[in-house]
């Protein structure tokens, strides 16, 4: 019974060939119909590898421009650079060149909207901006790469970090210590806590020695253990006292007058009387 089941059960289509069958009937009998669909999609394949290819071009040249905006930076200045090479472009001034840096950024940034080198630049217009102490237009620029760019952008500790600056800057000290706690959320929670403790210092708070020490001794390893010792350091120096002017040296009679409102002034000393002297007379003749 066994053997004749089997053979029964070898003797049916396999399942594949059932639906495979089933399936060349089809096409069969709706050839047209399946060259139309098989053309648009080997259309929308195309089209998404058109796609990325233009996006990886458009992506490379904007990188490329990005590259150049950066180089500007690094191009000596005329008085400094005096042995310079024939042909090195100089600058005459640091503030001309960095004129041609923020221009190149915002070049790029316009003109490469959706890529990830305009949102770089984006960036670097911010870290610019703190740099030369712009830090209201900082503030704008930083806070719109942090709200457009994608959560694992390299850049974005640094950017928050930046904007932290761009806010102490302009004495935000409360939106300065909310931007500086994110960086924990970014990945950098040592530079979170070292920022919070140093801007405590800054603005004078009885726990900031505190902050710091716990800093040292939280991340013993990390730069910011030694950022914090050497402002440990320097906030236990003494303060120098401010050097006061010397007063005016007045002649005695306006001393007494010097601090009185409305005092007043003395009266000039008469000038001494010049007596005249009569003229000779000529001497007469001898007789």
């Known amino acids: 019974m066994t053997q004749k089941t089997d053979r029964k059960e070898l003797r049916k289509p396999d399942e594949f060939q059932v ?12 050839q047209r119909m399946l060259l139309i669909v098989l053309a648009g999609v080997a259309a929308v394949v195309l089209l998404a590898w ?18 150049e905006a950066l180089e500007i930076s690094s191009r000596p200045i005329a008085s400094e650079a005096p042995g310079a090479p024939a042909g090195t472009e100089t600058f005459p001034s640091k503030e001309e060149r960095q004129k041609a840096v923020l221009a190149a950024l915002e070049k790029v940034r316009s003109e490469n909207k959706g890529t990830l080198a305009a949102q770089t630049a ?7 901006k703190v740099k030369s102490g712009d830090y209201a237009p900082a503030q704008k620029d930083l806070q719109e790469f942090l709200d457009k760019s994608d959560a694992r952008h390299p850049l974005r500790a640094f950017a928050l970090e930046s904007l932290g600056y761009a806010y102490e800057g302009q004495k935000k000290f409360d939106d300065a210590r909310t931007t500086f706690a994110k960086l924990a959320e970014a990945g ?8 919070s403790a140093r801007l405590s210092l800054e603005e ?8 710091l020490e716990q800093v040292a ?19 236990s120096m003494p303060k120098a006292e401010p050097v006061q002017p010397a007063p005016p040296t007045l002649a005695p009679e306006n001393k007494a007058t010097l601090f009185v409102k409305g005092a007043p002034k003395p009266a000039a000393k008469p000038a001494p009387k010049t007596v005249a002297t009569p003229a000779a007379k000529p001497a007469g003749k001898k007789k």
């Open 204 to 211: 004078g708070k009885p726990e900031a020695k505190q902050q």
């Open 217 to 235: 001794k939280d991340y013993p390893k990390d730069p910011v253990a030694t950022a914090a010792n050497e402002r440990l350091e320097l906030a």
């Open 19 to 30: 639906v495979a069958g089933k399936a060349m009937g089809w096409a069969a009998a709706n």
């Open 50 to 67: 058109g796609a990325s290819v233009y996006r990886s071009s458009r992506e490379s040249r904007a990188g490329a421009s990005l590259s």
């Open 122 to 128: 984006q960036a670097e217009l911010g870290f610019q």
């Open 188 to 195: 950098a929670p040592e530079r979170a806590a070292f920022q």
